[in-house]
């Protein structure tokens, strides 16, 4: 909980007009764009700079923040998420008369080693013939359709990875793993899958092998026919080269099952049957034959905060209001319902005042109609700092800009690369979205919490993302080179 005092600075600033803080921002502001921004000193309460901190904007993936804190709230740092086959018949001589069934708990991190991993256990069980079929069972939530423009055009075709449909099971975030392996010049590159030496799914054109220095032009696509993924492949790849590219499934459930079946196979398990996806309480009579357990949460988190993944954030948000309501949610929307309400239940522990939830529709951020403010990620931010359980994981998930992934983080003044933590977003359509939140480490040892978004605006709806980086950095320099 909040500290009395830092509480009783905060619920006094609500109720004071704002100041001309963030120059930098409102310069920006000047030139068309929208901003809300807060920064607030965590020793004390006091609130240090603002403008416009209640606006509620579009925030991108700054609702990942939400997510981290909201899981934390719910489970334990170390919660792991088992993955188990399990059969369904009788095992004689090597052969399961029945049925193998993949059953997931919801694991967002599912990777392609531990589909290998369950085969090689499934054949140390002494299984060496499954007559029945491959079946995936979801939970603990039911198939979701899309609800965002991203992934509703990856169930025709996708030539990225970022906006694969979710699942409750899921592999390699929802993707093709394709791994592009160059031969002799002249010659066709072979294309496989990363954990399996061939891909179950249809390889259409070829990808050339080119002489050592020649410039890389392969091009790597899924399409989707009558419901069947297909690989599209085409361009040249230097010899010596070597490339693994990700390409998002139309069906990540369907594409766990043929993973598996073909991983089954290539440890000599023979299971041609169908690849089934069903739902709901599995037999009573099964028995298991394998099990693999994914990353812990902090880890998952720390993927999720660090490399903005949405998968992760998305399956997480469906996760989460399953075990908090005892059934599966209606869609993204319904389950985000929950960060909402965490998000309000940190603005009230803060102003102990009633304020209304802030409107999340997903926990990744794609959804532009998502809304928070400036204040509503800062109290937020407050709340983990003073829950002394979950702080240190929810801290260790942010990034610190000179070791940021991506690049335009890492610039700036040695303060700014160094004593900042933060999670960033940014959104191009259908305005630009560019925000950042996280924490300051003071000279003193102490610490800050702040939060500027800008988005573009019905005038300017596009702001140049290093404009508004340039300008968030420029007022946060500012603050660390007072404090």
């Not at 392609?112 to 995936?136: D, E």
Request: proline letters at 4%; aromatic letters at 6%; a neutral charge.
């Amino acid at each position: 909980m909040l500290r009395l005092g830092a509480a009783a600075a905060l619920s006094l600033w609500l109720a004071l007009p704002a100041r001309a803080d963030w120059i930098a921002l409102q310069a920006l502001e000047h030139n068309g764009a929208v901003v809300s921004a807060l920064a607030l000193d965590l020793d004390n309460g006091a609130v240090l700079q603002q403008l416009n901190a209640d606006h509620r904007l579009t925030p991108a993936s700054l609702t990942k923040l939400a997510v981290a804190a909201a899981t934390l709230n719910r489970w334990s740092a170390d919660k792991v998420f088992a993955t188990r086959l399990v059969a369904h018949g009788t095992l004689r001589s090597g052969e399961l008369s029945g049925d193998v069934i993949l059953d997931g708990a919801g694991d967002p991190t599912l990777e392609y080693h531990a589909l290998l991993a369950l085969a090689v256990q499934a054949a140390g069980a002494g299984v060496t013939s499954v007559r029945g079929r491959v079946i995936v069972n979801l939970a603990p939530f039911s198939e979701v359709g899309c609800e965002t423009q991203d992934r509703c055009g990856a169930l025709v075709r996708s030539d990225t990875a970022f906006n694969a449909p979710l699942s409750a099971v899921g592999i390699d975030y929802g993707n093709w793993c394709v791994s592009v392996q160059p031969t002799a010049a002249g010659a066709a590159a072979m294309v496989r899958g990363c954990g399996v030496s061939r891909l179950p799914i249809p390889v259409e054109g070829t990808i050339a092998t080119s002489a050592a220095q020649s410039k890389k032009t392969f091009w790597v696509e899924r399409a989707t026919n009558a419901g069947v993924d297909i690989l599209r492949v085409g361009g040249q790849m230097p010899v010596g080269a070597r490339e693994r590219v990700y390409r998002a499934m139309s069906n990540p459930a369907m594409g766990v099952g043929l993973l598996l079946r073909e991983s089954l196979r290539e440890v000599g398990v023979s299971a041609p049957g169908d690849v089934v996806i069903t739902q709901g309480a599995l037999p009573g009579d099964v028995f298991e034959l394998a099990q693999t357990e994914g990353l812990v949460l902090r880890e998952q988190l720390g993927r999720m905060l660090r490399f903005s993944n949405n998968y992760i954030a998305d399956v997480l948000t469906f996760d989460l209001a399953a075990d908090m309501t005892g059934k599966s949610p209606a869609g993204l929307a319904d389950a985000s319902k929950g960060l909402s309400e965490f998000v309000q239940h940190a603005l009230q522990a803060q102003s102990h005042a009633r304020i209304s939830a802030p409107l999340l529709l997903s926990g990744s951020g794609l959804t532009p109609q998502n809304e928070l403010s400036a204040h509503d990620l800062v109290a937020l931010l407050a709340y983990q700092y003073h829950d002394s359980r979950h702080f240190p994981a929810f801290y260790g998930g942010l990034t610190v800009p000179r070791q940021a992934p991506f690049g335009f983080l890492r610039q700036g003044s040695d303060a700014w690369l160094d004593r900042v933590a933060l999670k960033t977003g940014t959104m191009d359509e259908p305005h630009s979205v560019c925000g950042i939140a996280g924490y300051i480490r003071k000279k003193s040892g102490g610490w800050i919490a702040f939060a500027a978004i800008v988005n573009g605006s019905s005038t300017v709806r596009h702001i140049p993302l290093y404009k508004a980086m340039e300008a968030s950095r420029t007022d946060l320099e500012a603050l660390l080179a007072r404090y």
